[in-house]
């Protein structure tokens, strides 16, 4: 009976030591915030903005929305760690994959519910920095949205199975085929997801974001719709493709955008992104 009493303390102890609660390292709670602008105006569904892109263009934006993925802070030592999203109580968070929603539903495949913030848990300790991607996981990017959990069954937010999600949707106008939009997703998708599944893409498309600088606390990530246009002849658009871009590798008004989002495009590298940045 003693070693059973003895045995039982140790694990007891054992169970004790290995609660965060007792002082070992525990998780802390982290907001991260997002706003959308256009330039040094804050982006409101339905509003006009003016001098956009090469030509100084007006034009009236009606969404604004995107996924982010693998969000990653780094810590006092200059490691960066996954962030380990909320997923309760939530309609905008899924494994590891968040939907930033700031349209108010202002047109009609809008929706008014909104989304400005990541929330979730990471080490106890001190961040200065962020990394994440713009874009859906690989293994949840051609699911069926009539079927999948939200926010992945917003057929607005998707091409179709074997081309995926729109990373990235902004939109102007009425979302009539003469408004210019920007959507983003993969392209050069091989395979059937309804018999095989999409075995892989030629452009995955997905942005990488880092901002070195970052205080969770303090700061908010900024995606800045004129930044993501500047350079760009909004007022024009190359025969027999859509109004604006809609991530097609043929389509040449897409090149300054990508290059802004620091993506290759055709026979052009990446280059260094601008869409994103901190205040």
Request: glycine share 12%; proline share 5%; with cysteine.
């Amino acid at each position: 009976m003693k070693r059973l009493t003895i045995l039982g303390v140790v694990l007891a102890l054992g169970s004790f030591g290995c609660d965060s609660s007792s002082g070992g390292t525990g998780s802390q709670a982290v907001t991260i915030q997002f706003a959308a602008k256009v330039g040094a105006d804050d982006f409101i569904c339905g509003n006009t903005y003016d001098n956009l892109g090469a030509n100084d263009t007006s034009m009236q934006v009606s969404d604004f929305r995107f996924y982010v993925q693998e969000l990653e802070l780094k810590n006092a030592d200059g490691d960066y760690v996954a962030v380990v999203l909320d997923t309760k109580e939530t309609v905008w968070q899924l494994e590891n994959v968040v939907l930033l929603d700031f349209e108010d539903g202002c047109t009609d495949l809008g929706n008014e519910p909104m989304n400005t913030v990541v929330t979730g848990t990471v080490p106890e300790g001190t961040y200065d920095g962020l990394r994440f991607k713009m874009g859906v996981p690989f293994e949840i990017n051609h699911e069926n949205p009539a079927t999948a959990p939200p926010p992945m069954n917003l057929t607005s937010m998707q091409w179709n199975w074997q081309g995926g999600y729109k990373f990235l949707r902004i939109d102007s106008g009425t979302f009539s085929m003469t408004d210019w939009r920007m959507h983003l997703g993969s392209t050069g998708c091989d395979g059937d997801p309804v018999s095989g599944g999409t075995t892989a893409c030629g452009s995955p498309n997905r942005v990488d974001v880092d901002l070195a600088a970052f205080d969770p606390a303090n700061d908010t990530v900024v995606a800045d719709f004129a930044a993501l246009v500047d350079g760009s002849d909004l007022d024009l658009n190359q025969p027999e493709t859509p109004v604006g871009c809609m991530a097609g590798p043929m389509d040449g008004d897409c090149g300054p955008l990508f290059e802004n989002l620091g993506l290759a495009f055709g026979e052009s590298p990446a280059g260094t992104q601008s869409f994103f940045s901190v205040e």
